[in-house]
DNA sequence: GCCAACGTTGGC
DNA sequence: GCCAACGTTGGC
């Protein structure tokens, strides 16, 4: 069988990514809505040296938290970080992202802790943290999973 | 709704 | 600089 679309999604940098919000605070489905947005709030260091750290056509797996727990579409880094317009002291930034195509399938969070390969990505170590880095292969996996 | 994990704050 | 207290996140 021929590889789809999904699984052959690639960006220059290969660097991939994990960024999660809750559906109810800003859900995948707004996103395609206005097809663009600027991933705010983001009030932890370890997660904005993340923001800071992608560049322009970095793509990043859009996850839903707390209430869904899956993994739902795929996005894209289209500018890279600037200071967060809802921050007052100049410390936090925000990154722009396009979604760039829905999963067919929504990949749970019980199916990737399920995964051996997946058993230790950051997402499962660090539930806290709300953007993460993928390794290629990871990045593959799941969308796979999502085909 | 509960609680574990983790990050932040502030007193010392 | 340590650590207790507290707040937040997010899975269950």
Same mark, same amino acid.
């Given at each position: 069988m021929a590889p789809n679309l999904s699984t052959t999604l690639t960006c220059p940098s290969k660097q991939y990514w994990l960024m999660k919000s $809750?559906? $109810?605070a800003y859900s995948?489905?707004?996103l395609l809505t206005e097809g663009k947005t600027l991933w705010e709030g983001v009030r932890n260091y370890q997660a904005r *040296? *993340? +923001?800071k750290q992608m560049q322009v056509n970095d793509l990043a797996l859009f996850y839903h938290s707390v209430s869904e727990k899956a993994v739902v579409g795929v996005c894209k880094i289209t500018q890279t970080a600037y200071p967060d317009p809802t921050d007052e002291t100049g410390k936090w930034v925000v990154v722009n992202v396009i979604p760039v195509e829905t999963l067919a399938v929504p990949v749970t969070l019980a199916a990737i802790k399920a995964t051996e390969a997946l058993a230790e990505i950051a997402l499962v170590r660090q539930s806290r943290l709300s953007v993460v880095p993928l390794t290629q292969a990871e990045?593959? +996996?799941i969308l796979s999973m999502g085909a």
């Open positions: $809750e559906p $109810e995948w489905q707004r *040296n *993340n +923001l990045f593959d +996996l």
